[in-house]
């Protein structure tokens, strides 16, 4: 691989082949916790907002309003505000996020083939696997 370079500050900044900033972007937006599960849960049809909770085990309405408003402004979701009464609002993933598919796809098989056994009490309680469990006084 070649060096390539990005401009900052009106300076060529020389970028190992190594790291790509692009990349690391990416993989930090999909890879924050509960983002992976949220964007499977809407590419695979969920739209509301108590219906990502409900096929998300252990996501808070406060984490998921994050992780929407994150995806929001990285134009990968679009909010939807349908005028009925009562007001309804759904989260539709945009083209951007549709081309996601292929990567949420890759991560689910990658899991189910080396991903080992989870533990499903961690999982609901929102524990990553080998997480211990919390100390109790």
């Known amino acids: 691989m070649s060096t390539s370079a990005v401009v900052r500050n009106n300076e060529a900044v020389r970028i190992e082949p190594s790291f790509c900033p692009l990349y690391h972007h990416a993989v ?7 983002t992976g599960a949220v ?12 219906d990502l909770t409900g096929t998300v085990p252990g996501l808070s309405d406060r984490m998921l309003s994050e992780r929407l408003k994150e995806l929001e402004a990285e134009g990968i ?11 309804r609002i759904e989260y539709l993933p945009t083209d951007k996020g549709r081309a996601l598919a292929s990567v ?14 989870v533990n499903l009490d961690q999982r609901e ?6 997480e211990s469990e919390p100390v109790r006084a």
Request: aromatic share 8%.
């Open 28 to 34: 930090e937006l999909i890879g924050r916790r509960w």
């Open 39 to 50: 964007l499977r849960a809407l590419l695979s049809g969920v739209t509301r907002f108590s």
């Open 77 to 87: 979701v679009e909010r939807i505000v349908l005028p009925e009464t009562p007001v």
């Open 104 to 117: 949420i796809e890759a991560v689910s098989a990658w899991a189910d083939a080396w991903g080992g056994r």
């Open 125 to 130: 309680e929102g524990r990553s696997v080998g």
